[in-house]
Every structure is written in structure tokens, then in C-alpha cells.
């Protein structure tokens, strides 16, 4: 009988615009992008679409009961059992889900990231492997500026209050405690070099490996 082989899941946490993503992409690289498959927690944002704007913009979306995790979780079995699925595609202006959906296949190794995927620990058993980006929070608050006026059609005054009001609180209600599950941390601000990249790029080969020859 052929053996089934085993998907290393990857989980990549830290404050909103600590870098997460620039990380997973950056290590993707050094893997080899047709080996991986990176997922965002942030697609997971409950559909808002029953209720109105105004309503919406009183939602903490920095909480964890703002994110469908359970969702999430079942994609992660399915990709384990060699499934694709289907993750939706969330709208950060309108705090909706799009119609359309994207396509995640089950490659070897599965990145997952996000602020909160160390602080449930259901989902962060899921890890084999567990990061945690850790940046001063000056920084935190000035890339969390920018990206929201740059990317998702804020204003600087109504990013800052959510800043301000949602984000700072639960930064340190859940993100910042979570860092304490990381197997290990790494700088938002320097990151790693090129050879350091590397040098967790073959480790991450080397577990893929050994999980997929064990009997």
C-alpha cells in the first residue's frame, strides 16, 4: 500500500503589520512556491452583509470572535486528507465576503498567518511548527496606518481610532500573550537575512522529509 504523505502546517503570527506576510512569502520562496500554499486567517472575517454599514463599523474586528476560525480549521483537515478547498474571499472596505471564492491546494507545507493563530489553541495545534513576529509597537502602529489607507480605502483619522480603540487593547489581550506559544520569535524590524532564510528553508525541507519517509 502507498504511504500517505504528511502536510507540515506551518503557523506565522504577530501584530498587524509586523510583517507576517512578507515573512510566509519570503519563506515560500526558499521552499519552493509549488511546494506550499499560504493562507491568510484575515480571509476569514465573518460575512457582514446582514447588517448595515453603520452596524459594521461598531464591530471589533481585532477580536477573535470577529474571525470564523472554525471554518479555517475544517479547511486545515481537508487539506490534511489531501483535499483542496475553497477559502473565501473577504472584502476589508464593505467588512463583506465576495461571491467568489480561491482555490488552496494541498501542497507539502501549508503556511498559515495571521495576528490570532497562536491564541486559539485549537488552531495552533495544528502547527508543527509555530512563529511568532515581533516588531515595536511604533512600527506596529505606523505600517498599520498605512496599509489601511493604502489598501483598504480608510482615512488616517478612522484608522488611528480603530487603532486606538480595538486594536491596541486586543494586541495586548491576545496577540502579544500568544507569543509565549511560539516555538520561536523572530524581529518584524531586521527579519532575517538571506542566509538565515535559508537555513530555516532547509529545516522546513528536512522536517518535510522526515515526516514523509516515517512508516
Do not use: W
Not at 28 to 35: E, L
Not at 163 to 168: A, H, I, L, S, V
Amino acid at each position: 500500500m502507498k504511504k500517505e504523505k504528511k502536510t507540515v502546517i506551518v503557523g506565522i503570527a504577530g501584530g498587524s503589520g509586523s510583517g507576517k506576510t512578507t515573512f510566509a512569502n519570503r519563506l515560500a520562496g526558499v521552499i519552493g512556491r509549488d511546494r506550499v500554499s499560504l493562507i491568510h486567517h484575515d480571509s476569514y472575517y465573518r460575512d457582514r452583509s446582514g447588517i448595515t454599514p453603520v452596524e459594521r463599523a461598531k464591530i471589533n474586528y481585532d477580536h477573535p470572535a470577529a474571525l470564523e476560525t472554525e471554518l479555517l480549521i475544517r479547511h486545515l483537515d481537508l487539506l490534511r486528507d489531501s483535499a483542496e478547498v475553497e477559502i473565501p474571499v473577504y472584502n476589508f472596505t464593505t467588512h463583506c465576503r465576495e461571491s467568489r471564492t480561491e482555490s488552496v491546494l494541498p501542497r507539502p507545507l501549508i503556511l498559515v498567518e495571521g495576528i490570532l493563530v497562536l491564541s486559539d489553541p485549537l488552531l495552533a495545534s495544528y502547527f508543527d511548527l509555530k512563529i511568532f513576529i515581533d516588531l515595536d509597537r511604533d512600527l506596529l502602529l505606523a505600517r498599520r496606518i498605512g496599509r489601511d489607507v493604502s489598501e483598504r480605502g480608510r482615512t488616517v483619522e478612522a484608522a488611528l481610532r480603530q487603532y486606538t480603540e480595538t486594536t491596541r487593547p486586543m494586541l495586548h489581550e491576545y496577540v502579544l500573550p500568544s507569543r509565549k506559544n511560539a516555538d520561536f520569535v523572530v524581529s518584524g524590524e531586521k527579519f532575517l537575512d538571506d542566509a538565515s532564510f535559508q537555513v530555516l528553508g532547509q529545516g522546513l525541507k528536512s522536517l518535510l522529509e522526515m515526516e514523509n519517509t516515517r512508516p
